[in-house]
């Protein structure tokens, strides 16, 4: 995280966890959930980072690297993609745009040196260069007056979902109906931020985590790598996998557990009256020697107790429990039901 940029938000009352550049709030963390579901909200997307790749000949690269169809991503549209390991488990999630000639990836922070460090490996002798873009602030803004603050700021709403306006340097994605991502240089950023919170209130990184959590939007963090293949996230139904494309790591597995209908474990929302976190395993007494699904992301929930979306095993998905067989009981409803 850029230092200049964490020294802002903690002058603007940001509260850090720690030494980690997770927001807890700006103060009333509760209001901020309850601002989430209700009202309009600005969050710095700190939890998140970006890497961006260049060169002659970047777009085969990332198009034999990434699930998603690279190749026929268009200027002015994102994408969601996934890098998988050999196995096909997903070692991290990105969203995915094309910017300045090239393409720049958010991912969860906590991947950020692992993965630019891994993807290197695989340059050999292209003419491709991966840079993490710790100058670039990212900040998610939510609901129903999402598009009069970006106005205010001085900057384009996108009007359909994974759709981008460029201004200047600055460009906004639009994520989803009322969730916006802007990627602004740092030097732009504290400007930016005072123009957005005139109409939109500040939040931490739990408020937008319980927003993804509302959008089913799975997000593969440190505590989750390598844990599943895709269509266990239900990746290829947000246009996260394509199976019309050439080899990438774990293709040949992705593509057979998609046609031999061999997926049994799929995405769920979870309800919990006890605390959740990324990578809490979930049993089930149905299931008695092992796990029956793991945690991606969680978060409070607006109205008390806890949310979350996990990757469970879907015959046992009607009696989970947190961390054993007799922990907390949780209420998992499938994201797409069959």
Same mark, same amino acid.
């Given at each position: 995280?850029?230092p200049?940029?964490?020294?802002?938000?903690?002058?603007?009352?940001? =509260?850090?966890?720690?030494?980690?550049? +997770?927001?807890?709030?700006f103060?009333?963390?509760a209001?901020?959930l309850?601002a989430?579901?209700?009202?309009?909200?600005?969050?710095p997307?700190?939890h +998140?980072?970006?890497?961006?790749a260049?060169?002659?000949?970047?777009k #085969?690269?990332?198009?034999n690297? +990434?699930t998603?169809?690279?190749n026929?991503?268009?200027?002015?549209?994102?994408?969601?993609?996934?890098?998988?390991?050999?196995k096909?488990?997903?070692?991290?999630?990105?969203?995915l745009?094309?910017?300045?000639?090239?393409?720049?990836?958010?991912?969860?922070?906590?991947?950020?040196?692992?993965?630019?460090?891994?993807?290197?490996?695989?340059i050999?002798r292209?003419?491709?260069?991966l =840079?993490?873009?710790d100058?670039?602030?990212?900040?998610?803004?939510?609901g $129903?007056?999402?598009?009069? =603050?970006l &106005?205010?700021?001085?900057?384009?709403?996108? /009007?359909?979902?994974?759709?981008?306006?460029?201004?200047?340097?600055?460009?906004? +994605?639009?994520?989803?109906?009322?969730?916006?991502i802007?990627?602004?240089?740092?030097?732009?950023?504290?400007?930016?931020?005072? @123009?957005?919170?005139? @109409?939109?209130?500040?939040?931490?990184?739990? &408020?937008?985590?319980?927003?993804?959590?509302? =959008?089913a939007?799975?997000?593969?963090?440190?505590?989750t790598?390598e844990?599943?293949?895709?269509?266990?996230?239900?990746?290829e139904?947000?246009?996260g996998?394509?199976f019309?494309?050439g080899?990438?790591?774990?293709?040949?597995?992705v $593509?057979?557990?998609?046609?031999?209908? @061999?997926v049994?474990?799929?995405?769920?929302?979870?309800?919990?009256?006890?605390p959740?976190?990324?990578?809490?395993?979930?049993?089930?007494?149905?299931?008695?020697?092992?796990?029956?699904?793991?945690?991606m992301?969680?978060?409070?929930?607006?109205n008390?107790?806890?949310?979350?979306?996990?990757v469970?095993q879907?015959?046992?998905?009607?009696?989970l429990?947190?961390?054993?067989?007799?922990?907390?009981?949780?209420? /998992?409803?499938?994201?797409? #039901?069959?």
């Amino acid at each position: 995280m850029n230092p200049n940029w964490r020294s802002f938000l903690a002058a603007a009352d940001a =509260a850090f966890s720690d030494d980690s550049p +997770l927001i807890d709030s700006f103060g009333d963390a509760a209001g901020e959930l309850q601002a989430a579901a209700r009202q309009t909200v600005v969050v710095p997307l700190t939890h +998140l980072a970006v890497i961006e790749a260049v060169g002659e000949e970047v777009k #085969p690269f990332l198009h034999n690297q +990434l699930t998603s169809d690279v190749n026929h991503l268009q200027e002015g549209q994102a994408q969601h993609a996934a890098w998988c390991s050999a196995k096909g488990r997903m070692q991290a999630s990105f969203l995915l745009w094309r910017a300045d000639g090239g393409y720049r990836m958010a991912l969860a922070a906590d991947l950020l040196e692992a993965t630019e460090k891994r993807l290197r490996m695989f340059i050999l002798r292209a003419k491709v260069k991966l =840079a993490a873009r710790d100058d670039l602030v990212l900040l998610g803004l939510a609901g $129903a007056q999402a598009g009069e =603050a970006l &106005a205010d700021a001085g900057l384009i709403t996108p /009007a359909t979902a994974l759709e981008i306006a460029v201004d200047g340097d600055c460009v906004t +994605l639009r994520l989803d109906g009322e969730r916006f991502i802007v990627a602004a240089p740092v030097a732009a950023a504290p400007d930016l931020w005072q @123009k957005l919170t005139v @109409k939109a209130r500040p939040a931490g990184t739990p &408020a937008w985590r319980w927003l993804d959590v509302r =959008a089913a939007l799975p997000l593969v963090t440190l505590a989750t790598k390598e844990e599943f293949v895709p269509q266990m996230a239900d990746f290829e139904k947000i246009g996260g996998v394509s199976f019309h494309k050439g080899c990438y790591p774990g293709q040949e597995i992705v $593509a057979r557990a998609q046609y031999l209908g @061999k997926v049994k474990r799929h995405l769920y929302r979870l309800a919990s009256a006890a605390p959740l976190q990324a990578g809490d395993d979930l049993f089930s007494p149905d299931n008695p020697d092992q796990s029956s699904g793991k945690v991606m992301s969680a978060a409070p929930a607006p109205n008390g107790g806890f949310a979350a979306l996990a990757v469970v095993q879907s015959n046992f998905a009607a009696h989970l429990h947190i961390g054993s067989h007799q922990g907390p009981p949780v209420e /998992a409803v499938a994201v797409h #039901p069959a």
